[in-house]
């Protein structure tokens, strides 16, 4: 049969398409979905499962490869979430949104499952099986990309402390999960401080600082010597010509010699993990191939 008479469908969908703005950071931020039960029912240390949050650092890491080099800047996990902040130059799959959000989740759930025994050697897997949701937002300026970045590391400081002094109230207190919760109701930062050091002996400045400040995962581009890549000398000094590309593709002022060894740089870069302050300057100051 011919296939014209129902190819009309495709148009519904272009119709629909959703293309994220151009030069724009996209931040791709992926959560697990009812992982209150999910790590309840594969007996996660409570608060904070260090095999898990490896975990998930290994399947943000497998983003990074899989998408390639000039794709993700710069990741931050914390408990069941990742983001992902994409390049503003980024133009893979046309920027297309729904194509971008189900593949970054489709690669960190496909990671997870697949790692999971490397990291719970003797957790097997049972349902309900770990999965993810995803949503994209673009972010115009660097200080937008920060301030995100900022927003979700003070997050996960403001939760870190509570839970860990709802735990140990629990853990080592005796206390039920509603006396805790009571116990906590109205504190500020100091009295959960004060709590954890007067009862428990606790100086929550000793917590392993993965648990206080989440995880930075990024390519170490500064590491990479520039003696170690050269581009095609047939190359050398020719400035590209930016009339023909768009203003996310422009990189001014820089000869394709010169592009290639920054690509080149950026692909030799090991992806490494941190547990550091990104609120601050001092990050990005050292940093400043992340964002630009
Ligand atoms: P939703 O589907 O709406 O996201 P959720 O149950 O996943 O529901 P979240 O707000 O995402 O709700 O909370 C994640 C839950 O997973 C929290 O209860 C958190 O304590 C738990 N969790 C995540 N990572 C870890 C970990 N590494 N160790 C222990 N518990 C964790
Ligand atoms: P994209 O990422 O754009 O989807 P693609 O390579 O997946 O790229 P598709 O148009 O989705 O392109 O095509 C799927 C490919 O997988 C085709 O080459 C198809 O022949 C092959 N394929 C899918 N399922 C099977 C199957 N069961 N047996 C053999 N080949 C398969
Ligand atoms: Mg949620
Ligand atoms: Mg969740
Ligand atoms: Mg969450
Ligand atoms: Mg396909
Ligand atoms: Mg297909």
Not at 175 to 186: D, I, S, Y
Not at 210 to 220: I, L
Request: aromatic letters at 12%; hydrophobic letters at 35%; glycine letters at 4%.
């Amino acid at each position: 049969m011919a296939n014209s008479k129902f190819e009309y469908v495709k148009h519904f969908e272009l119709s629909s398409t959703t293309h994220l703005l151009p030069n724009t950071y996209i931040i791709i931020r992926i959560d697990g979905r009812s992982f209150h039960r999910f790590t309840t029912t594969h007996a996660f240390t409570k608060p904070n499962d260090i095999r898990a949050l490896n975990l998930m650092n290994a399947a943000a890491t497998a983003v990074f490869h899989d998408l390639g080099g000039e794709v993700v800047s710069i990741a931050y996990g914390v408990s069941d979430e990742y983001s992902f902040i994409l390049r503003r130059e980024c133009n893979l799959f046309d920027r297309r949104e729904q194509k971008l959000v189900s593949t970054v989740v489709s690669i960190f759930t496909a990671y997870y499952v697949s790692l999971w025994p490397t990291y719970f050697p003797s957790t097997p897997l049972q349902r309900p099986l770990p999965t993810f949701d995803g949503r994209a937002v673009c972010y115009p300026t660097i200080e937008n990309v920060r301030d995100y970045l900022s927003w979700r590391q003070a997050d996960c400081h403001i939760n870190n402390l509570y839970n860990t002094t709802f735990w140990a109230l629990i853990q080592q207190g005796g206390m039920t999960a509603q006396e805790a919760e009571k116990e906590l109701m109205g504190t500020l930062s100091r009295d959960k401080n004060e709590i954890l050091y007067s009862r428990f002996g606790i100086n929550y400045n000793n917590e392993s600082e993965m648990f206080k400040k989440g995880s930075v995962v990024y390519r170490n581009y500064g590491a990479v010597p520039d003696s170690s890549v050269q581009a095609d000398d047939k190359d050398e000094g020719e400035v590209v010509e930016s009339a023909s590309k768009s203003p996310a593709e422009t990189q001014k002022g820089k000869s394709r010699s010169q592009q290639k060894r920054e690509a080149k740089k950026l692909a030799k870069a090991e992806v490494v993990i941190e547990h550091v302050d990104i609120i601050k300057d001092e990050f990005w100051e050292k940093r400043p191939w992340i964002l630009h």
